[in-house]
């Protein structure tokens, strides 16, 4: 095996060594490797965020990379994606807030420093409220108890920028192969004497014989059909619209653009995330039909209404959306002038103050603009233009696989990111999620590699399911019920006894998920915490139960209300606990 | 109660070892009919399978320890400790511990005295392209003696609990070490723990496991394994022994002092550790040094061959 040569002491001979245990790795082995098969320890499925900062990190961590041969295959071209260069001051329309956690790990294995942090903004603060009672949280890093408060509880950053940097490590780390433009055509099991392995073929012509085969292949995820682990969810009806919106800096009286709101509709939340001073990031959920005509329209109607979104009573904003979709059904898109109109109008008749920060319809100038209005800071900026060609949206769906390791037939097989799950995007949790599976997966190969284990077996793997899998479920299930709180028509009754009990009971998940931040601590801290926090739950529960019979004797009607507003106080009561 | 599987496993575990004379037929028999489950992760031997990096972790931390102490500081990368090595592993089974070592870079060699067990070890390894350094014997332990071959490392896991002369079986898996080579062996207490978890409750009660598989007065105390090393000493030199050891005095000390307390022996000489199960968590863990108890089922000890 390793190092199989005479020792010797000469530095020179051992790097000459060291190069030929390499190339002796990369050559079809013994005689049960027919000569088409390359012998891998690790197969990555998938060049996505995933996928990368996986390869990256077993690349990076010195016992992974001795001891094991790990090849990426991705089927898309990602030298765009390593020659993507923006103009200043444009921004990709797909970020995510990575979380402290995220963050912590991409610099323990040394790719943070390869994302260019210009372009990324911490998250100070955050306003999260409830679109239709009004109630309000308002997280900030310097009370919530975090370790380095000034660097914010996460940082917005574009996708883009992430899995550049990612791919501008991986170029100094010589024992990852990159096979890139090459499909994976399908996923054969070897024969039974020869261990039955996973036999990756490319549409290259080459097999890859897989130790481990780990599929970050998003949705719809060849690893996971190969290893037929089945997966569970739902579509929400509701589609997530993005776009780059472009607004002015904040004024000298008051704090920088480092405050990401959320503002939770019927039809779903809205997020507005900062980017630069001048440039936030917007992810809004609606339904299908309200988001196909808004992305139909001209993007300044969008950016009214984007405005309108964040500030108008509910009941005015049902309104705008009948006014675009008759307009967009015959075929006549509202203008500019025409939606401002009919936000004039209805904040005339709300009698919104035309001085406030919830009007929108009246365009005000730097120079009248003078001291901002005390309420200023309750609502985002207001959003002047979009960048065009930012405005896109896509479909939400909700997914859970029933594990996260193939067995059986499909053995030797481990699933991350989207491969395992698909959440709603209550402000790009999605990859966090997926860089937090990175950091146990990888984690539990290198403790295997360290005990001269098989790094593809179930005993290898089985810590790393163990980890994840209630965790993830937990915070899905917090965002999923969050979506639910608001959007659901089924009967209330029916509803309340099964979202809002488990919802209270889950408050710690809820917490992190209404701040859009599981994970602000980073996850060294988070893991010792985790046996402690299972225990504090059991409790929890006992007295959620009591408040859960107390709401359900509060009526049907006030309920939904109720409910958000219980939670907002749950989840601001924890974060003033300090974590 | 899940705890009974582990015992179960255990029980089924049944390696053939032992010296010519005291190796039982039947035992060999039983253990033959199960090989094919031995690398089934979640069946039978689900319990050893995560039974196993607990025990590379201790072997290897041990070595490093001596090692440290004896070179210092620069000695030898984590994972580099077993490179090299001549091991061997006594009571192979379907090869666990055998692979996970030769992975680590040793020259290990696995023996068992069940023929199945040896084929299936050979068959599995062969899957896997990085087991250069691995082979097995089909062979009892004894009949290594007659070979000059010595190793720095010998290992016998849940071995010790099953042959009919211990003593026997102990000498000679000490002859095989080199000077100042090291012996990790693991077993099961005799203690009314072990008594009600492994034959009470399995076999009588439970009845997992049949009736007989285990004998009570077969159990080894950790205070046992020490006080034979107080008398035990190296035989001395002679035939083909002689290789290594040719110069060396009549009959060397006994390789744990005799006056430390069976309880204690002197660090540096042994070390005796508690292996636990933590079924909440299905995951073994190796208890730490003196906790209170922790060597009353498994555990797994150490002891060094005097230079
Ligand atoms: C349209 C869309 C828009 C989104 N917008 C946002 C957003 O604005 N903000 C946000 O936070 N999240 C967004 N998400 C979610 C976010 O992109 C995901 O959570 C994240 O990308 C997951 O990363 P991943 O590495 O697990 O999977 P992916 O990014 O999906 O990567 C999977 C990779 O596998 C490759 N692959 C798949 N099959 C094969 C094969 N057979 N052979 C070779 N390669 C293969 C694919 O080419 C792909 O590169 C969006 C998702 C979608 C689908």
Known sequence: MLFSLAPTTSKSCRAALVNCHKLSLCRPRRELSSAAHEECDVVIVGGGPAGLTLASALGSSQISSQNLRVTLVEGGDLSKVRQWSPPPGSFSNRVSSLTNASQALLKDIGAWSHVDTQRTAPVEEMQVWDGVSDARVTFSA?????????????????????????????????????????????????????????????????????????????????????????????????????????????????????????????????????????????????????????????????????????????????????????????????????????????????????????????VKTAEDAGIPPADSESVPPLVASLQPGTVASFPLRFNHTETYIGEGHGARTVLVGDAAHTV?????????????????????????????????????????????????????????????????????????????????????????????????????????AFGWNLAAKGFEGLAAGASAAKFLSGGVTGMIATGLQGLFKAASANAAKGN | MRLSNVVRALHRHVHAAASPGSINASEIAHFSRLSSQWWNEQGEFSFLHKMNPVR???????????????????????????????????????????????RLGANTTGIDASESNVAIAKLHASTDPKLDHLSYVHAPAETLLASPKRYDVVCSMEVLEHVDNPASFLSTCAELLKPGGHLFLSTISRTPISYFLTILLAEDILRRVSQGTHTYSKFVNPSELVSFFQKYCSP??????????????????????????????????????????????????LAPRDAWAATDCNYIFWIRKPY
């Open chain 2, 56 to 102: 590379v972790q201790f072997i290897r931390e041990k070595l490093l320890q001596v090692s440290r102490e004896e070179k210092g500081e620069e000695a030898s990368s984590s994972t580099k400790i077993l490179r090299g090595l001549d091991v061997l592993d006594v009571g192979c089974g379907g090869g666990l511990l055998s692979e996970s070592l030769a």
């Open chain 1, 142 to 362: 310097s009370e919530i108890g975090l370790a380095r408060p000034q660097e914010g509880m996460a940082r917005i950053t574009e996708n883009l920028n992430l899995q550049r940097g990612l791919l501008r490590h991986l170029e100094q780390l010589p024992s990852v192969q990159l096979v890139e433009k090459t499909k994976v055509e399908s996923i054969q099991r070897d024969a039974e004497e020869r261990g039955g392995w996973p036999l990756v073929h490319l549409d290259n012509g080459k097999v890859l014989r897989a130790r481990l085969l780990v599929g970050a292949d998003g949705f719809n995820s060849p690893v996971r059909s190969y290893a037929q682990i089945p997966s569970f969810g739902w579509s929400y009806d509701t589609q997530g619209i993005v776009a780059t919106m472009v607004h002015p800096p904040r004024g000298a009286f008051q704090s920088p653009n480092t405050t990401a709101y959320q503002r939770f509709l019927p039809t779903g939340p809205i997020a507005f995330l900062p980017l630069s001073p001048t440039t936030s990031s917007l992810v809004w959920s609606t339904r299908p039909h309200i988001a196909s005509a808004l992305t139909a329209s001209e993007p300044a109607v969008l950016a009214s209404m984007i405005n309108a979104a964040f500030r108008l009573p509910e009941l005015s904003l049902r309104y705008l959306y009948d006014r675009i979709l008759e307009a967009h059904a015959k075929g006549t898109p509202l203008t500019h002038a025409e939606i401002q109109q009919e936000i004039l109008w209805r904040e005339q008749s709300h009698a919104i103050d035309p001085n406030s920060a919830y009007a929108s319809a009246v």
């Open chain 1, 424 to 528: 709603h995007p209550l402000a790009g949790q999605g990859l966090n999620l997926g860089l937090g599976d990175v950091e146990c997966l990888a984690r539990c190969i290198e403790n295997a590699v360290l005990q001269g284990g098989d790094v593809g077996s179930y005993t290898a793997l089985m810590p790393y399911a163990q980890e994840r899998y209630l965790h993830n479920h937990a915070l899905m299930g917090a965002m999923d019920k969050l979506h639910k709180l608001y959007t659901t028509t089924f009967e209330p009754v029916v509803w309340a006894r099964s979202v809002g009990v488990e919802v209270l009971n889950e408050s710690d998940s809820l917490k992190a998920a209404l701040m859009m931040t599981a994970g602000s601590q980073d996850h060294k801290v988070d893991r010792s």
């Open chain 2, 236 to 285: 001395s030199s002679t035939q083909s022994e002689s290789l290594e050891a040719s110069g060396t005095s009549q009959l060397s000390s006994p390789w744990i002092s005799p006056h430390a307390s069976p309880n204690a022996p002197t660090r540096t000489e042994a070390e005796v550790r508690g292996l636990i199960y933590n079924p909440l968590r299905a995951r073994w863990i």
